[in-house]
């Protein structure tokens, strides 16, 4: 809103002399004016002149309108003067840069060293003060200019020279692994076993996440240290030759490729066998190593393979490594690489020793074959009890929902850990004996099962009638819920050796045992023991 006294609506002024944050910058006025215009206002003032002043300030306002436009059609000239020769400039410049670059050509240089490649902003800097500059190129400014040119252009000339060179190395390295990589997907030696099984596709379950099983059997590849060795192959990116040279020579050496690759797969192969071999018996006896593999029941899929490499692709050959267990050829870091000629690795980061690092799961291997016989699966393939997928079922546990195999293993390798106890905090010990412990295994169940899918759909429901008060109370076991009456005097007999539980006592129905205090357990058993044990007394007098 205008006000009557405001200066700003009499004098000019500008915002953009100092300009500060804000919504509301300053004003600056020419004292002089500023000066004027209040003595005028105070002489119409002091005299009383009210009507004399109403009709000065429009004047003031009508004079400070007329400079304003005035100001901005004078502004608007000054912009288009200013654009027009900024323009004029650059088309001088750009004609002296095209008649330098002209001139250049004819002496034979390239366009290519007309651009900075490695130094940047210096060449930049140098090309730019002598070529991009405003100014008519004349013979005589030619003469003195061609001299500094030739000598920037030469030292760029190394530096492109470099820089292409690199680029055209790159691109045919580029092109080796391309071809590698379709080689070896060509070549893979567990292609037949990936078709058997029909892998491609299919997904699986596998620590946790959905996978395609097709992972698990990567094709075992050197790293970049192992392949720059090969001369035969890396000449074909270090020579100048063109792209289609390098695939034709590439083809041409295809067979050597193979036979170097084959070699160092026997080669880690065998560390392998020999490490595992070694950790299994270490006073170096000569025990055979089981080397049959078989996919579906049958050997035929696996008979073209290495004996080292069917006995590492057996699902009773488990690895350990540093932070890890339950580890299977070929998923072994070192075996797994994706060429990268332009990758580096620093040589002091480097394991010297990688396979040594994988030895004998014995605990986990002994879990397999027991359970492998059980499904007269011996000797299956790792690969083909992955895909199938969530089927198995513990046979010793009373509920159990379906696992895949690696799951399956690392439950028994858990379970089986524990000792048979006693408890110590009853006088009549209870007794707990672990059912999965292979070692003292004596019930007739089969260790696993495989599922129906009605089964699974089944596991999935579980409804528990009965619960283990044993168990409960001493929580040792999360196997305390049973769905079937035959199931908990099983469990029973099997972990506590109590051949007639009693309800209240050994176990109790579903919908009273919320209402169960388990603290008053130890009491309960002992007085019942106690009892039994005066009854006995009795019946033997």
Same mark, same amino acid.
């Given at each position: 809103m205008m006000q009557a006294g405001d200066p700003n609506n009499y004098i000019p002024f500008t915002t953009i002399i100092k300009v500060k944050r804000g919504s509301n910058p300053p004003a600056y006025r020419l004292r002089t004016q500023m000066a004027e215009f209040d003595h005028a206002r105070e002489e119409f003032i002091n005299n009383n002149d009210m009507e004399g002043l109403a009709v000065w300030r429009l004047r003031q306002l009508a004079c400070w309108e007329t400079q304003r436009q005035e100001g901005d059609r004078l502004l608007k000239y000054l912009n288009s003067v200013a654009a027009s020769r900024s323009d004029e400039l650059q088309d001088l410049k750009r004609e002296r840069k095209e008649q330098i670059q002209e001139r250049l050509r004819a002496l034979g240089w390239e366009d290519c060293y007309f651009n900075s490649r490695g130094r940047g902003n210096e060449f930049k800097k140098e090309w730019s003060s002598l070529v991009e500059v405003a100014k008519p190129l004349t013979e005589r400014t030619w003469t003195n200019l061609l001299p500094k040119l030739t000598q920037l252009l030469e030292e760029n000339r190394l530096l492109v020279d470099q820089y292409e060179g690199e680029q055209r190395r790159a691109k045919r390295q580029c092109t080796i692994e391309e071809l590698l990589g379709e080689f070896l997907r060509s070549t893979n030696p567990y292609r037949p076993i990936i078709d058997a099984l029909e892998l491609e596709g299919s997904v699986a379950w596998f620590e946790f996440q959905s996978i395609n099983p097709v992972t698990l059997l990567p094709i075992p590849f050197p790293g970049r240290e192992v392949i720059i060795k090969w001369d035969f192959l890396t000449s074909l990116y270090e020579e100048e030759n063109s792209l289609e040279s390098v695939k034709e020579l590439f083809n041409e050496r295809q067979a050597m490729v193979g036979q170097k690759l084959l070699e160092w797969r026997t080669s880690v192969e065998d560390q392998l066998v020999e490490h595992y071999h070694a950790s299994s018996f270490p006073e170096k006896t000569s025990s055979p190593l089981n080397t049959t593999l078989t996919i579906k029941g049958s050997i035929d899929v696996t008979k073209n393979l290495s004996g080292s490499a069917r006995f590492l692709l057996r699902a009773d050959t488990v690895f350990n490594r540093p932070y890890a267990s339950n580890v299977h050829f070929?998923?072994?870091?070192?075996?797994?690489?994706?060429?990268?000629?332009?990758?580096?690795?620093?040589? =002091?980061?480097?394991?010297?020793?990688?396979?040594?690092?994988?030895?004998?799961?014995?605990?986990? &291997?002994?879990?397999?074959? @027991?359970?492998l016989k059980e499904l007269h699966m011996p000797d299956a393939a790792f690969i083909e009890l992955v895909s199938m997928g969530k089927?198995?079922?513990?046979?010793?546990?009373?509920?159990?929902?379906?696992?895949? =195999?690696?799951?399956?293993? &690392?439950?028994?390798?858990?379970?089986?850990?524990?000792?048979?106890?006693?408890?110590? =905090?009853?006088?009549?010990?209870?007794? *707990?004996?672990?059912?999965? $412990?292979?070692?003292?295994?004596?019930?007739?169940?089969?260790?696993?099962?495989?599922?129906?899918? &009605?089964? @699974?759909?089944?596991?999935?429901? *579980?409804?528990?009638?009965? $619960?283990?008060?044993?168990?409960?109370?001493?929580?040792?076991f999360k196997d305390y819920r049973f769905d079937s009456l035959e199931m908990m005097r099983w469990h029973m007999a099997e972990v506590h050796e109590a051949m007639e539980p009693i309800d209240g006592l050994h176990f109790l129905h579903n919908d009273g045992f919320k209402l169960w205090d388990s603290c008053k357990l130890g009491e309960k058993w002992d007085e019942y023991h106690d009892a039994r044990g005066v009854d006995e007394e009795g019946i033997k007098a």
């Open positions: 070929p998923k072994i870091s070192y075996l797994i690489n994706t060429l990268r000629f332009s990758s580096h690795v620093l040589e =002091w980061l480097m394991d010297k020793y990688p396979l040594q690092r994988y030895t004998r799961n014995v605990t986990a &291997e002994t879990i397999a074959k @027991a359970l089927v198995f079922i513990c046979g010793m546990c009373s509920h159990c929902s379906p696992m895949v =195999w690696n799951a399956l293993i &690392e439950h028994y390798c858990v379970q089986s850990d524990r000792k048979d106890i006693k408890t110590s =905090w009853t006088r009549h010990p209870i007794v *707990f004996r672990n059912i999965h $412990n292979l070692n003292t295994r004596a019930t007739s169940r089969p260790l696993v099962r495989i599922c129906s899918n &009605e089964e @699974a759909d089944q596991a999935s429901s *579980f409804s528990p009638v009965f $619960n283990c008060l044993l168990c409960h109370r001493a929580y040792l």
